[in-house]
């Protein structure tokens, strides 16, 4: 079993920046880490994932946050960051940080891929 921690949530001002983690426990190893965000009377999205594999860490964004946030992740710390940058309100959501840890391709991008979810973190974002 893993148990994700968000820390890092907030509020800016649009144009501020963010960083976000996120550290995992458990003996089970996660093939990939990422985010997924859900704003107030939306769906939940996906964000971005950072995944392992054996010709390296791959990272893959959502289009609406491709050229502003960053992802990274510690293998040795067993965590991972989201730096937003360029913030606008439409980034306003609570981000939950996800891993996966089932055999397969490991870039989820949408929840059923997700084996473990953190409680999230609130992002404010104002005008």
């Known amino acids: 079993q893993v148990q994700l921690v968000e820390s890092g949530g907030g509020l800016v001002q649009a144009g501020g920046s963010l960083r976000l983690s996120c550290a995992a426990s458990?003996?089970?190893?996660?093939?990939?880490m990422g985010w997924f965000r859900q704003a107030p009377g939306k769906e939940r999205e996906f964000v971005a994932v950072?995944?392992?594999?054996?010709?390296?860490?791959?990272?893959v964004y959502a289009d609406s946050v491709k050229c502003r946030f960053t992802i990274s992740r510690d293998n040795a710390k067993n965590s991972v960051y989201l730096q937003m940058n360029s913030l606008t309100p439409e980034d306003t959501a609570v981000y939950s940080c996800?891993?996966?840890?089932?055999?397969?391709?490991?870039?989820?991008?949408?929840?059923?891929?997700?084996?473990?979810w953190g409680q999230g973190t609130q992002v404010a974002v104002s005008p």
């Open positions: 996800a891993a996966r840890t089932r055999l397969g391709n490991p870039i989820f991008r949408v929840s059923s891929d997700v084996d473990y």
């Open positions: 458990g003996r089970s190893f996660s093939y990939s």
């Open positions: 950072a995944a392992t594999i054996w010709s390296g860490d791959t990272t």
